[in-house]
């Protein structure tokens, strides 16, 4: 009888530690070594934007249907006072590998709204070996 309760412990406490609980509030990010780099610009007045957000979607897949069975973790950026920005590609959230990038801007202003984005997948950032050039990111405000 012994042997059963402590086989039955030995079991839940490999089964307690086994598994992997993440902290939404500190999550587990992985990076690939290569970065982007591009420029933001107003659509209108054809100059840069200085400081605008860039924001990268990062998207994977999930093990259950909820969402259609696709998640994404946002990360956001800055353009510095020239309106360039540098950004870092996720490899892994959680452990779950990124299979697309979308990559978006807006101008910081109330009243503004994203009016290009770049798409690729993650295939394409494994090939790179040197910060990737992305096309310029362009704003509109409204």
């Known amino acids: ?6 086989k039955i412990l030995f079991s839940g406490l490999v089964i307690f ?16 070594e290569v970065e ?9 007045t054809k100059k ?24 994404s973790e946002e990360i956001y950026y800055f353009a510095d006072s020239t309106g360039y920005y540098r ?9 779950k590998k990124i299979k697309s990038y979308t990559i978006a801007a807006a101008s910081g202003k109330v009243a ?4 290009s984005v ?3 997948s993650s295939d394409f950032i494994k090939k790179q070996k040197k910060t990737i050039k992305l096309d310029t990111l ?3 405000d409204f």
């Open 48 to 71: 840069t934007v200085p400081f605008a957000s860039v924001d990268v979607d990062n998207w994977y897949y999930l093990l259950y249907t909820q969402n259609n069975g696709i998640g």
């Open 112 to 115: 503004s709204w994203r009016s």
């Open 138 to 140: 362009w704003v509109q």
């Open 1 to 6: 009888m012994k042997k059963i309760i402590i």
């Open 36 to 44: 982007g780099e591009g420029y933001v610009y107003d659509k209108i």
């Open 118 to 120: 770049i798409n690729f």
């Open 87 to 95: 950004i870092k590609f996720l490899k892994k959230f959680n452990n």
């Open 17 to 32: 530690t086994a598994c992997t609980r993440y902290d939404s509030d500190n999550p587990i990010l992985t990076y690939y």
